[in-house]
């Protein structure tokens, strides 16, 4: 990270320009000292190549937000939402190449289809530049999101758009974002929270330690709701959650444990219908705009990087959720998945997919049998 500073003559107001992500601690540390200054009457401070920023620089920027000493300004998308969703009022600044984007009103709809072919062969230059593989996803999925970010970069050409997209890591980074699916909630499907409560997590009480594998945890909300659930049961101290995503950013969004208090209503109602007895907003530490998860349920959650396509076996779980994963894969690739989850489960172990999901077309019966068939909960073939 490197900064800019200088301040307007005349007068008591500070310009700030970050420059790259804030990485470590001693970064956090001089940002934070540059906001410090008692006699600065406002801050005007531009996070450029930033995507994400630690829990100590949103609680710093959101408070002089508060009391209006700061102006904020945005270069990367991913940042801008976050920010957004937080309350934090901020400024998305666009670089003049893209402003035509905001005057490009074409519906998805209207875009000429693209030949699978391309796609696919694009799918594979990408795997091979990047690292990341999107080979085995529903190509018509993929095809849809590759036009989103067409729309947003306004070039209407897939041959050009392939070469701009394989040229600029930034056109690269807005499809890696339009790919990635970060729909989540607490307690989302509180059926299947009650499972757990009732079924799963009780069977396994009995486990000197026990290991939890969340795959595709997006901002961190379903670790966090299983942290709460365990801490409930008396089982958080002796639990790790393993909690994995695609996406780099959400991983550093669910460390931080910041989330909109927009839903909370939707929040605690799920929460109750699975079970909870006490007050879920106790879990929290409430700001005006956005809440905070209390610290002690984030010490057994390990958030990193990590993709069950590319990345193979990680550990021996005695629990896995993998919801709404495969539903973006194709059939062979949810195999793969499901080969690899096998791999990584506990003899004895429990398997969580989604409620649209299952074992009908993907080869999944080779590994896992119906354990609770409403919920969509397995267990591994060989343990029945």
Not at 26 to 37: K, M, P, Q, S, W
Not at 93 to 112: C, D, G, M, Y
Not at 166 to 185: A, M, R, V, Y
Not at 211 to 234: D, F, H, N, R, T
Request: aromatic fraction near 12%; charged fraction near 25%.
């Amino acid at each position: 990270m490197d900064l800019n500073i200088h301040y307007i003559q005349n007068s008591y107001i500070k310009n700030i320009s970050v420059i790259g992500e804030i990485e470590t601690k001693e970064d956090t540390e001089r940002l934070l000292r540059e906001l410090e200054a008692s006699n600065i009457l406002e801050f005007n401070i531009t996070f450029i190549g930033a995507n994400t920023l630690n829990t100590r620089i949103v609680e710093k920027i959101s408070y002089l937000r508060k009391i209006l000493k700061c102006k904020i300004y945005v270069l990367k998308r991913f940042l801008y939402l976050y920010l957004q969703d937080l309350g934090i009022k901020c400024e998305y600044v666009l670089k003049k190449s893209l402003h035509a984007k905001l005057n490009n009103k074409t519906p998805i709809s209207e875009l000429r289809s693209l030949d699978t072919d391309m796609v696919n062969r694009f799918l594979e230059n990408i795997r091979l530049k990047f690292g990341y593989d999107y080979t085995g996803y529903q190509i018509d999925s993929v095809i849809r999101r590759i036009n989103i970010t067409m729309l947003r970069e306004n070039i209407s050409c897939f041959e050009q758009f392939e070469a701009a997209v394989l040229k600029e890591p930034e056109i690269f980074e807005q499809l890696f974002l339009d790919l990635s699916i970060n729909t989540t909630g607490f307690f989302r499907d509180p059926d299947v929270f009650l499972m757990l409560r009732n079924r799963i997590l009780t069977y396994l009480c009995s486990y000197s330690h026990i290991k939890i594998w969340c795959v595709g945890c997006s901002s961190g909300k379903e670790p966090y709701s299983l942290a709460i659930l365990l801490y409930e049961l008396g089982l958080l101290n002796k639990t790790y959650i393993y909690a994995t995503d695609i996406n780099p950013y959400i991983i550093e969004e669910a460390k931080n444990g910041l989330f909109s208090t927009s839903n909370i209503d939707k929040d605690i109602l799920n929460y109750q219908k699975s079970g909870g007895t006490r007050n879920f907003v106790d879990y929290f530490d409430l700001n005006d705009s956005y809440m905070k998860i209390k610290s002690h349920l984030q010490k057994n959650i390990l958030f990193f990087q990590h993709s069950v396509i590319g990345n193979g076996i990680l550990n021996e779980f005695q629990l896995i959720l993998c919801r709404n994963v495969l539903i973006y894969l194709t059939p062979q690739t949810q195999e793969k998945v499901l080969f690899t989850l096998s791999k990584s489960l506990d003899f004895t172990g429990f398997l969580v997919l989604g409620k649209s999901e299952g074992m009908l077309l993907n080869g999944g019966h080779s590994f896992f049998v119906n354990y609770l068939a409403k919920e969509k909960i397995y267990r591994l073939k060989q343990s029945i």
